[in-house]
Every structure is written in C-alpha cells, then in structure tokens.
C-alpha cells in the first residue's frame, strides 16, 4: 500500500514539473517573440553580417551555419531559462504579470460603443 501511494505521488510530481516546464517555455518563447523583436532585429544583422564574412571561407554552407546557430541558441536560451525556473519551483500561475496565463479575466476598462447609447436598452425578443 505505501509503495503504490508513493509510486503515485512520484508520477504526479514528475508531471507537475513537465508541465511547468512546457508553459514557462511556451511563455518564454512568446515572450521572446513580443518583447524581444529588437533583439531579433539585431541579432539578423549580426547574422546576415557573419553570413557574408564566412561565405568567402564557407562558400556552400555559410547561411545554414550562421542560422542554425542562430536559431539554435534562441532555442538553448529559452530552454535552460525554463529549466532554471522549473527547478526554482516559480510556477507561472504565481507570478503576477502572467494574468494572460491564469485565465482571469481583468480587464483595464470596458468596452463603449457608439452604438451603445441606442441599443444596450434593448432586450431581444
């Protein structure tokens, strides 16, 4: 009896931890995407740069080398960033500036429309 309630409690908290792995990836990555499109700009620059420096040594491979490296460290930074979170414990229904995440509904202001003043009196019937 003891060994199938551990067995269980075990299970529950290895997907525990699967799960907020994927949701702080998945944040993480959009995150990335919205804020950080000044970043992204930047880092194409730079890409498109080491892409026509390296095309002299590397001519057949140069973009696919500077891209995948690229793309591959966004991916290594969003992944050990989920990671050092997951193992922290930070779970992201507790952090406040993920309301879009917890499914609350707060809004800032409601809604007016012009044509409100002739037909929000009205019921359907």
Same mark, same amino acid.
């Given at each position: 009896?003891?060994?199938?309630?551990?067995?269980?409690?075990?299970?529950?908290?290895?997907?525990?931890?699967?799960? +907020?792995? #994927?949701?702080? %990836?998945?944040? @993480?990555? !959009?995150?990335?995407?919205? *804020? /950080?499109?000044?970043?992204?700009?930047?880092?194409?620059?730079?890409?498109?740069?080491?892409?026509?420096?390296?095309? +002299?040594? #590397?001519?057949? %491979?140069?973009? @696919?080398? !500077?891209?995948?490296?690229? *793309? /591959?460290?966004?991916?290594?930074?969003?992944?050990?960033?989920?990671?050092?979170?997951?193992?922290?414990?930070?779970?992201?229904?507790?952090?406040?500036?993920?309301?879009?995440?917890?499914?609350?509904?707060?809004?800032?202001?409601?809604?007016?429309?012009?044509?409100?003043?002739?037909?929000?009196?009205?019921?359907?019937?």
């Amino acid at each position: 009896m003891e060994m199938s309630s551990r067995g269980e409690m075990g299970t529950f908290y290895s997907l525990t931890l699967i799960k +907020s792995f #994927l949701v702080w %990836s998945f944040t @993480l990555t !959009v995150c990335f995407l919205v *804020v /950080g499109f000044p970043l992204v700009v930047l880092m194409a620059t730079i890409g498109v740069l080491a892409t026509v420096i390296l095309q +002299s040594v #590397l001519p057949v %491979s140069a973009v @696919l080398l !500077v891209i995948g490296s690229l *793309v /591959g460290a966004n991916i290594f930074a969003v992944f050990v960033g989920a990671s050092v979170l997951t193992i922290k414990g930070i779970h992201p229904h507790e952090v406040s500036w993920l309301n879009w995440l917890q499914g609350n509904e707060n809004p800032s202001h409601s809604s007016i429309y012009a044509s409100c003043p002739l037909t929000c009196g009205l019921t359907p019937s």
